[in-house]
Structures are given as structure tokens and as C-alpha cells.
């Protein structure tokens, strides 16, 4: 794979708006869960809700958009000088050269879930102001975010569970090679919605407490919700000092179980060895992996199957969900962004929420910051059905 530069960035997480707020929470061991309050759900469990989400207007050209989901693409889309960063790439490439790959599993659940309430008490018809297309179809996302930075390149969503917003680094490194377009905005969203949380806890997924990845006393996910954008353009032959590429990206699907990863992590190592050999990278250039780290019993363990068994024991591994939630189908981009930053401020986050580590697993698991400098790191997000992606970042060679 022909390396990426990354450059340009913008989150929205419960950590905050931006980058900055992003940083603080890790240097300060701030998590944004809290119990529960959303909606009317009545689940004893913390979320990473995104606060301001409800005052967002669209503009009143996409107020067809208008649903949750989109409202968090535009907080993310108007941050760190994203919009900007694309507006002055569109001038660059022409604005049917650019395109934008997006990731999202909830998209606008949510508004048909207000619409189903709303439904006519006699035919049970929806509200006619209800509009699928462009809430809670998942094309909505990418329709909506093709508008807003006013870019007419190839574009489509991916919706493959949690590992969603990470996949979409791949699909546009495969575009930009084949010459459909020259950069390509890449992340997604996902957000809150009764759905998910009442789904998740019928799978007996959802923890009562902030969750606790790889902790002794793991009892499952907290989840979250976020939105993240990356400009990846093709590399310079002499990049500016400081420039982050995407070194290399990887994808397998294990097909063991719908909602239960492989025991041994098959699918999980795959996915990291297929990223290496896409980097020409060997597992000791890694020096730190941002874990997929859902605080379940089975995933922990799965997980750290694979990467003891690819990694070793020495590389530092932390998951961020104590931190931000898990964030389903954005947990990709919220990842690969805070990966990004580990690198660029040789901050190693640790993990608020866990206490005493399991002692079954063997990876070298940090529960407090480290410092230091780091040249590579890997993020990885595995999800339902066996969807795993792993992507490294590293400076320019």
C-alpha cells in the first residue's frame, strides 16, 4: 500500500468538541461516561453522550437532514478547521476529485424511533414530515456530509458494525490507487438511540459501571456515541516535518459467531498481519496498539490472544473506551484519531476505569499514561459478524 498523509483531523466524542478537549481528557484521566439519562431509557448503565447534540441547527438548505446522526457529523465537520482544511483540498483537486468514504451503524435510528411514537393512532402511518432517506437510511450520512463541504467525487457508506469508520481508511487507500480521486474525506458517525441500548443490554453486553476494559472484574461495554473526519491525501515526496501517514491497513472476517468473536482471535490477528504486510512492517515496529478493548469477557480475552500471539507481550497496548464509550460504528475514526495524536505528542493513554488487571491476560496492558517518543502505532476495531480492521499510522519514512 502506498502510504496516505493524514492532513487534517477533526472528533466529537463525550470527551468534548476537538482535538484539544480530546487531549485534555487523556493527559487528565478525565471520562466522559455518566449514567445513563437518555431519551426515556431507564438501563442501570453509563453512556458517553455527546452534550450540545440537541442545539445544533443544520443549515436550513439540508434541513431535510435534519435527525441526530447528522447533527453530530456537522459538530465534527465544523471543528479543528476541518471544513476549512477541505474547502482549500477541493480547490486543489477540483471538487469531483475528492471522495468521501463514511462509515456509520445507527446513522438516524433515533428519528424513526421519534416517528414510530408520533405514528397515527388509527392506520399506525408514520408522520408525513418523517423522511427515510435522509435520517435513517444509512446513504444519508455521506449524502448529507457531499453537500456540506460541497464535493461531487465517489462516495458510499460502509455500515460493518464497529469495525465501520476504520474501514473506510482502506476503501479510500483502494480508491486513490485505482485513480477515482486524488484525497478522500474519510470517518463517520454514530449516535445514541434506544435501539442500540436496549439491544445491547438483551445480549447482557452492557455494564452497570463505567466499563473496565481488561479488568478482572470486566462486565461489559458503556456505550457512546461520536463522530470523527480525516482529509487522507496522497503522500509528498518531501513531506512537511510532522506529517502522519497511513502506513498500512488490514481486513479479515472470521465468520465464527454473529456476536462472539473467535475464541483464539483468528480474525482479530489476521487483520493486524495483513496491516503489517500492507506497511512492510514486521510486529516489532509497533510501538503501541490502540485496542478494540470493549471491557466483555470473551472480546478481552480474544483480543489479547492475538495480539500476544502476532505482538508479544512487550508492545503497550491501552483500550480508550473507558474514556469515550464505545462508540459502535465511530469507534474506528475516534480511535485512529486519538492513536494519531498519541503520536504526534508522545502521550500513551492509559485506562481511567481499570482497576486490577486479569491476570489470564498477558498482553502489557496500561492502566496510567506513558511518555515517550513513538514512530508507528495500530488501532484496531473489531465488530459483529466478525468485521475486523486494523490501520497504522506512522511519520513519513
Known amino acids: 500500500m502506498q502510504p496516505l498523509a493524514v492532513s487534517h483531523m477533526s472528533i466529537v466524542s463525550s470527551l468534548g468538541p476537538g482535538q484539544e478537549a480530546t487531549l485534555d481528557a487523556l493527559h487528565t484521566g478525565r471520562s466522559g461516561l455518566k449514567p445513563c439519562s437518555f431519551e426515556t431509557v431507564t438501563l442501570d448503565t453509563h453512556i458517553g453522550e455527546v452534550a450540545g447534540v440537541n442545539d445544533v441547527r443544520l443549515p436550513d438548505n439540508l434541513a431535510s437532514f435534519e435527525c441526530r446522526n447528522n447533527r453530530l457529523a ?29 462509515g456509520t451503524s445507527t446513522s438516524g435510528i433515533l428519528s424513526a424511533e421519534l416517528a414510530f411514537r408520533a405514528r397515527d393512532p388509527q392506520t ?6 418523517f423522511s427515510f ?15 456540506r463541504l460541497g464535493l461531487t467525487g465517489p462516495a458510499f457508506v460502509v455500515s460493518s458494525a464497529c469495525a465501520t469508520t476504520s474501514k473506510v481508511f482502506a476503501n479510500a487507500a483502494r480508491m486513490i490507487a485505482a485513480d477515482l480521486c486524488d484525497a478522500a474525506v474519510v470517518g463517520g ?17 452492557v455494564s452497570p459501571t463505567p466499563c473496565r476494559p481488561f479488568d478482572a472484574e470486566r462486565s461489559g461495554v458503556s456505550l457512546g456515541e461520536g463522530a470523527g473526519f480525516a482529509l487522507l491525501e496522497r503522500a509528498n515526496q518531501s513531506p512537511a516535518a510532522g506529517t502522519v501517514h497511513l502506513l498500512g491497513a488490514g481486513e479479515s472476517n472470521d465468520a465464527h459467531h454473529m456476536s462472539t468473536p473467535h475464541p483464539d482471535g483468528l480474525g482479530a490477528r489476521l487483520a493486524m498481519e495483513r496491516a503489517l504486510a ?13 485496542l478494540h478493548g470493549t471491557a466483555t469477557t470473551y472480546g478481552d480475552a480474544a483480543e ?3 495480539i500476544t500471539g502476532l505482538l508479544g507481550t512487550c508492545t503497550p497496548v491501552s483500550s480508550t473506551k473507558g ?7 465511530a469507534a474506528g475514526i475516534v480511535e485512529a484519531i486519538i492513536s494519531v495524536l498519541a503520536l504526534r505528542t508522545g502521550l500513551i493513554p492509559g485506562s481511567p476505569q481499570t482497576r486490577i488487571l486479569d491476570p489470564a491476560l498477558r498482553s502489557r496492558y496500561l492502566t496510567a ?20 480492521s486494523s490501520l497504522i499510522f506512522g511519520w513519513a519514512a
Request: aromatic share 10%; glycine share 12%; proline share 2%.
Open 74 to 102: 456537522e459538530m465534527a465537520l465544523h471543528r479543528d478547521g476541518f471544513a476549512e482544511a477541505v474547502a482549500g483540498a477541493r480547490e486543489r483537486y477540483g471538487a469531483d476529485r475528492i471522495g468521501v468514504f463514511l
Open 124 to 129: 399506525g402511518a408514520l408522520p408525513a414530515a
Open 133 to 147: 432517506a435522509t435520517t435513517h437510511s444509512t446513504g444519508s450520512l455521506a449524502d448529507f456530509v457531499r453537500h
Open 189 to 205: 458517525a454514530d449516535s445514541l438511540c434506544l435501539t442500540t441500548l436496549y439491544g445491547f443490554h438483551s445480549l447482557e453486553l
Open 278 to 290: 500492507s506497511a512492510a512492517l514486521r510486529p516489532g515496529d509497533i510501538d503501541y496498539v490502540n
Open 304 to 306: 489479547d490472544q492475538a
Open 323 to 329: 474514556y469515550t464509550g464505545h462508540t459502535l460504528g
Open 369 to 388: 499514561n506513558e511518555t515517550g517518543r513513538l514512530d508507528r502505532v495500530m488501532t484496531n476495531s473489531f465488530g459483529f459478524g466478525g468485521s475486523n
